[in-house]
């Protein structure tokens, strides 16, 4: 199967996401489009504290109704997929990109995070 390729309007919503969710008061760690050989498209990636207190399907609905209360059109929400604060993944990620002044627009691809591989991403936020 052919992967697909961010557009431009995606970096957009990815945005839009970031910014409506810290506007809700969200205190997001980590933010990103991620591809990886598990899914077949891309998943925008969540992970913070806040989620993590929610549970697994209580994340998704914090989520949910920030986005929501931000005016976001639920046809434009995209593939979600929120891990844990204590994830392999995301604690990688922090370790290693945690301290930088600013991964914005940072682009990562064909190495091993904890324990995903990262065909692709676009970074918005990692701290």
């Known amino acids: 199967m052919d ?4 557009v431009t309007s995606d970096l ?16 997001v760690n980590v933010a990103m489009w991620l591809r990886t050989p598990e ?11 806040e989620l993590d207190a929610a549970g697994p399907f209580g994340s ?5 109704d920030a986005l929501d209360r931000g005016h976001f059109a639920f046809e434009d929400i995209p593939a979600l997929l929120i891990l844990k604060m204590t994830d392999p993944f995301v604690r990688a990620l922090r370790r290693t990109f945690g301290k930088v002044k600013s991964v914005d627009g940072m682009r990562l691809g064909g190495q091993l995070m904890g324990d995903r591989f990262i065909e692709e991403a676009i970074v918005y936020r990692i701290r």
Not at 3 to 6: M, Y
Not at 40 to 49: G, I, N, P, T, Y
Not at 60 to 64: E, G, S
Request: proline share 0%; net charge positive; hydrophobic share 40%.
């Open 3 to 6: 992967k697909t390729t961010l």
């Open 12 to 27: 957009a919503i990815g945005s839009r996401v970031v910014s409506i969710l810290d506007d809700a008061g969200l205190r």
């Open 39 to 49: 899914y077949e498209d891309w998943r925008f990636v969540l992970s913070s504290r």
């Open 60 to 64: 998704y609905r914090l989520v949910r």
